[in-house]
């Protein structure tokens, strides 16, 4: 997806579909570059990560998309649903990653890549 330009990579601006095609919640597959891109509207908001876990490898964007858990400030050893729509969970492993800003939730340290996604005059479009 990146051309060269000189000598470093120069990030190229790519049609994804109209916006009308990706409603709240949905998520779409394009392909880019070696593994793919999901493009994910949360929402409203449009986010794009690669389709690749971090972990071993798998297609990270087919797994399923969630919230979390995280513990209860209410109630000692208790637990809290959060995030719910942000996070996808990898298909092979369970590894829980914030679509948002492609950081898993466990190990923050551990991330994907993101990518920038804007739209213009009703359309969507990924730079990577």
């Not at 779409?28 to 949360?42: A, C, R, S």
């Not at 590894?95 to 950081?103: K, L, N, P, Q, Y």
């Amino acid at each position: 997806m990146c051309r060269r330009g000189g000598d470093a990579l120069v990030p190229q601006r790519r049609f994804v579909c109209a916006l009308d095609e990706l409603p709240p919640g949905a998520m779409k597959l394009v392909d880019v570059g070696k593994f793919g891109v999901g493009v994910y509207n949360l929402r409203g908001e449009l986010y794009a990560i690669v389709n690749y876990c971090s972990h071993e490898g798998a297609p990270l964007c087919l797994g399923l998309l969630g919230g979390t858990t995280e513990p209860s400030p209410d109630s000692p050893g208790g637990v809290r649903r959060v995030r719910d729509g942000q996070i996808v969970r990898c298909p092979w492993h369970n590894w829980e990653f914030d679509i948002t800003t492609g950081r898993n939730v466990a190990d923050p340290q551990r991330r994907v890549r993101t990518y920038r996604v804007d739209v213009s005059d009703g359309e969507v479009y990924l730079t990577a």
